[in-house]
T-cell receptor, first 111, second 117 residues
Framework: EDQVTQSPEALRLQEGESSSLNCSYTVSGLRGLFWYRQDPGKGPEFLFTLYSAGEEKEKERLKATLTKKESFLHITAPKPEDSATYLCAVQAWGYGQNFVFGPGTRLSVLP | ETGVTQTPRHLVMGMTNKKSLKCEQHLGHNAMYWYKQSAKKPLELMFVYNFKEQTENNSVPSRFSPECPNSSHLFLHLHTLQPEDSALYLC????????????????FGAGTRLSVL
């Protein structure tokens, strides 16, 4: 059965304290891995797509990487405005365009 | 104008009421989705429409009834709901199955917060 897990469940950082979020997946043929950011009371906002092991994408203080079993979202020198829930989703061959979402990591960055 | 718009943003209904959620996308996409997001649980896919055809019904109870009159509009009709149906209901759209991989990105609306009393 396809599964997506994320760790940690919650993370508190001081402003400027870099860290990484993990997304582990077991799917029968990865088609794509997607990272989203969700603010309270809002819908998920697309951040990155990764398609093959070794691929990396960057946007401001965020960098996403992909291996055959997991993806990391690295946050460098975070600011309070980076506080949000970060969701990971995978798309597998044989499931059309459907996503399987992980439970998310709730990030709080304290000033 | 935002790409995916959902109305209403908040809805309170009794268990015997009938209401509808509306979603409209302005991105020219061909696929639309309904998701349910409950506290402490991952997003649950409910329905998928491709080119107005329902291609996925993820074992959703019949008290939820989707409707997709065209590629830009999606409705979720609700009747005789239960308190455990209280959740954030999210609509998303994407280019669809026939597009290349980069066009499978799903774009979400802000959601409707539903409370069933």
């Amino acid at each position: 059965e396809d599964q997506v897990t994320q760790s940690p469940e919650a993370l508190r950082l001081q402003e400027g304290e870099s860290s990484s979020l993990n997304c582990s997946y077991t799917v029968s043929g990865l088609r794509g891995l997607f990272w989203y950011r969700q603010d309270p009371g809002k819908g998920p906002e697309f951040l990155f797509t990764l398609y093959s092991a070794g691929e990396e994408k960057e946007k401001e203080r965020l960098k996403a990487t992909l291996t055959k079993k997991e993806s990391f979202l690295h946050i460098t020198a975070p600011k309070p405005e980076d506080s949000a829930t970060y969701l990971c989703a995978v798309q597998a061959w044989g499931y059309g365009q459907n996503f399987v979402f992980g439970p998310g990591t709730r990030l709080s960055v304290l000033p | 104008e935002t790409g995916v718009t959902q109305t209403p943003r908040h809805l309170v209904m009794g268990m015997t009421n009938k209401k509808s959620l509306k979603c409209e996308q302005h991105l020219g996409h061909n696929a639309m989705y309904w998701y349910k997001q409950s506290a402490k649980k991952p997003l649950e896919l409910m329905f998928v429409y491709n080119f107005k055809e329902q291609t996925e019904n993820n074992s959703v109870p019949s008290r939820f009834s989707p409707e997709c009159p065209n590629s830009s509009h999606l409705f979720l009709h609700l009747h005789t709901l239960q308190p455990e149906d209280s959740a954030l209901y999210l609509c998303a759209s994407s280019q669809g199955e026939r597009g290349d991989l980069a066009k499978n990105i799903q774009y979400f609306g802000a959601g409707t917060r539903l409370s069933v009393l």
